[in-house]
């Protein structure tokens, strides 16, 4: 038991055969060296190597190691089992037991070499590896060795047999019939790993879409934490204003404050000064001094010289801090509620402006309306002057094109109409079947036909497996990230497909309208503005 365990530990993994050449990588795992190389072969154009095993990953071609000690268990395992201690022991080694080295199905016993050398060397004696179960390679009706192998019937069959109930069919000997079987069975074998070899490349390839989807989620959580770091500091700074606003004003309205205290202070205290004169002159008894009194022209009455005028109209009291300048503070207030709506918008808080249709490269079978936003498919040709920039059939594309940033528009078309609506640059064929936005290598398109929807890139399209029930779509460009992504506007707004490339031109709205009419719901914003500056 313990030498059939050893004998599959000795397994490749590739091939499920012994060892053969046996190598090893870096990782520890080891192989035949032909299994491998093959492997790494079918790797080479991906650029990446790694082990079939662990899938560890080299980004060079790993060099191969022979391992010495799997070789010399080459010679073990190329030993038939029957000379181990687990063995098949000879038949007529009674005093002790022997390993047996063949089995003769004519005597039905197994022999040492010892018996071996004496047995007999007629030919009814057939000798076979090792075994316990030489009934099973005796007819089961005759009796008689199984030496024929019948075709037709898929059976093995001694002499007997062939000359009775198989007579007339196609017989081969036991010995070569199952060479031919070895032989389909190495082609089933080779189908196996040829299968196995494209399972690996899909799941290096799932692999790679699940690291690249890691990716960018890290990306945009990268900008998600950016964009609330950069509101938590707008938030911190608008606190700080505000606070020192209400502060500023509360000390120039406590000095103006205090100053007029103090007039008031001074003005209470003349006038006391004049109550005390006058109350002297009240009191006195001889009438001649209170006539002669030279201050009586500063003992007029108060009401008479104005006395609001002194203060310059400040004895009035303030109408509980109405004084303050509030306009300040409700200019920074309304600035906070704009960055609270902001958010509850979502990431892209900016409204987007207007995407206006060019006419110069609107075909003479498109209808463009006034305001530049709406395509419309006329069986009334437009007489326009055809121009380079003039696409044959069925498109136009916007005034604008976009090398940067992250932009977005809607559009609208009708859900039993024929339309396509994407993006291309401006180098994009205008004549031809080629022309069509997603059928070249410079367009990429969201396409609506006959109830199917698909995207649409250099003729390549992706068949979407969902319905879709809105007739508005979103399109997203992050020109620098290389996305350009369709989502169907609905509630909750649905993620469609997204293209990944690299931009080399400025890229332009464009629109295929082939019945109905498709309309530009809002144009583009640079969704980077977004800032907190107080």
């Not at 365990?5 to 080891?30: A, F, Q, W």
């Not at 491998?36 to 650029?47: H, N």
């Not at 900008?223 to 938030?235: A, D, I, S, W």
Request: glycine residues 6%; hydrophobic residues 30%.
């Amino acid at each position: 038991m313990a030498s059939a365990d050893l004998k599959e530990e000795l397994l490749c993994s590739i091939c499920l055969s012994t060892y053969t050449d046996p190598v090893m990588l870096r990782c520890g795992h080891n192989y035949c060296r032909m299994c491998i190389d093959q492997v790494l072969d079918t790797q080479e154009g991906s650029g990446v190597y790694s082990c079939p095993e662990c899938r560890e990953k080299f980004q060079e071609r790993p060099a191969l190691m022979r391992n010495l000690f799997m070789r010399k268990m080459e010679n073990f395992l190329s030993t038939p089992p029957a000379q181990t201690k687990s063995g098949i022991c000879c038949t007529y080694c009674v005093d002790s037991p022997v390993p047996a080295v063949r089995s003769c199905l004519h005597c039905e016993a197994s022999l040492c070499d010892k018996h071996l050398r004496v047995h007999s060397k007629s030919p009814e004696h057939v000798l076979s590896d090792p075994t316990t179960s030489v009934e099973k390679r005796k007819c089961s009706v005759h009796k008689k060795i199984l030496e024929y192998y019948c075709t037709e019937d898929d059976a093995c069959i001694c002499v007997y047999c062939s000359a009775g109930e198989h007579r007339g069919h196609r017989v081969e000997l036991l010995n070569e019939a199952p060479e031919k079987k070895k032989r389909k069975l190495r082609h089933v074998l080779q189908k196996f790993k040829t299968k196995i070899n494209d399972i690996e490349k899909k799941v290096q390839s799932l692999e790679e879409q699940m690291t690249k989807a890691q990716e960018q989620a890290a990306g945009k959580a990268q900008k998600v934490t950016t964009l609330c770091t950069q509101m938590r500091r707008g938030m911190e700074d608008l606190d700080k204003k505000v606070l020192s606003e209400i502060s500023g004003q509360e000390k120039k309205e406590s000095l103006s404050l205090s100053a007029l205290i103090h007039q008031l202070e001074i003005k209470k205290e003349q006038l006391s000064r004049k109550v005390r004169h006058i109350k002297e002159l009240c009191n006195m008894m001889d009438p001649l001094t209170v006539l002669q009194e030279p201050d009586t022209g500063d003992l007029c009455d108060p009401e008479e010289e104005g006395g609001d005028e002194d203060t310059g109209g400040h004895d009035k009291q303030p109408h509980d801090g109405d004084d303050l300048d509030v306009a300040v503070i409700s200019h920074t207030l309304h600035t906070l509620s704009n960055v609270i709506s902001g958010i509850r918008s979502g990431i892209y808080v900016l409204s987007p402006a207007d995407i206006l249709l060019d006419v110069t490269t609107a075909a003479n079978n498109l209808f463009i309306s006034e305001d530049l936003k709406t395509a419309t498919c006329t069986e009334v040709a437009q007489e326009r002057p055809e121009t380079a920039e003039r696409f044959q059939y069925y498109q136009v594309m916007s005034r604008r094109g976009f090398t940067s940033g992250q932009h977005y528009w809607d559009v609208e078309g009708r859900t039993s109409g024929r339309w396509r609506v994407g993006m291309c640059y401006p180098s994009i064929d205008r004549s031809g079947q080629q022309s069509y936005i997603g059928n070249n290598d410079k367009s990429w398109c969201f396409w609506r036909s006959n109830n199917q929807y698909l995207m649409t890139h250099d003729k390549k399209m992706i068949r979407l497996p969902h319905s879709i029930s809105s007739d508005r779509v979103r399109i997203c460009l992050d020109y620098e990230d290389g996305q350009l992504s369709f989502y169907e506007l609905c509630d909750p707004i649905k993620h469609l497909h997204t293209f990944t490339a690299t931009f080399s031109e400025p890229l332009h709205a464009a629109l295929c309208v082939m019945s109905d009419s498709v309309k530009i719901l809002g144009g583009s914003r640079n969704l980077k503005k977004l800032s907190f500056t107080i």
